[in-house]
T-cell receptor, first 112, second 115 residues
């Protein structure tokens, strides 16, 4: 599997601020994904991070709120913009490696 | 559309008991099916997968068989341990061309194993 690391592992932020989460993979992968897991809930796909082009967002998620970068085949960032308490969640990135998705450890975000 | 339904939890078992967590899916064609596990305070780990009908995925004593006729992928383990306490997610994907594409998750089932 391709090993994934995320930074930061957790953060506590004030409403109205923004946080950028980094995702690093130890191998080149074609596809990377960003998911959100709200407290006590399942995972929901935010967007697919495409290398060299804009991310593809799922219904209910927009680029202004969740801008994503994918500068190369091993790295991606997700920014949570203008945060509110409703953005308190675990944010996970994943990669697609040999027909299986592997997940990073997640970033636990609390917005006050 | 595509969807995954898991049995509601929490499931509470005594150590060495038999475990079944039900998972059924709705999808057109032939999705790949996965079980992921999330231990307290951690991210998701792949537990097992199956990519075609009648495939059996297995890992760490857990098993699940891809049943197309019943659209199911139930997770089983013959003897659970306290260390198996976690949240278990069933998921499907409809990707192609060598990638999984979007994963659709069930709601998760919490398993608590007591000594």
């Amino acid at each position: 599997s391709a090993v994934i690391s995320q930074k930061p592992s957790r953060d506590i932020c004030q409403r109205g601020t923004s946080l950028t989460i980094q995702c690093q993979v130890d191998s080149q992968v074609t596809m990377m994904f960003w998911y959100r897991q709200q407290p006590g809930q399942s995972l929901t796909l935010i967007a697919t991070a495409n290398q060299g082009s804009e991310a593809t967002y799922e219904s209910g998620f927009v680029i202004d709120k969740f801008p994503i970068s994918r500068p190369n085949l091993t790295f991606s960032t997700l920014t949570v913009s203008n945060m509110s308490p409703e953005d308190s969640s675990i944010y996970l990135c994943s990669d697609d490696y040999t027909d299986t998705q592997y997940f990073g450890p997640g970033t636990r975000l609390t917005v006050l | 559309g595509n969807s995954v339904t898991q049995m509601e939890g929490p499931v509470t078992l005594s150590e060495e008991a038999f475990l079944t967590i039900n998972c059924t899916y709705t999808a057109t064609g032939y999705p790949s099916l996965f079980w992921y596990v999330q231990y307290p305070g951690e991210g998701l780990q792949l537990l097992l997968k199956a990519t075609k009908a009648d495939d059996k995925g297995s890992n760490k004593g857990f098993e699940a068989t891809y049943r197309k006729e019943t659209t199911s992928f139930h997770l089983e383990k013959g003897s659970v341990q306290v260390s198996d306490s976690a949240v278990y997610f069933c998921a499907l994907s409809r990707g192609g061309s060598g990638n999984t594409g979007k994963l659709i998750f069930g709601q998760g089932t919490t398993l608590q194993v007591k000594p």
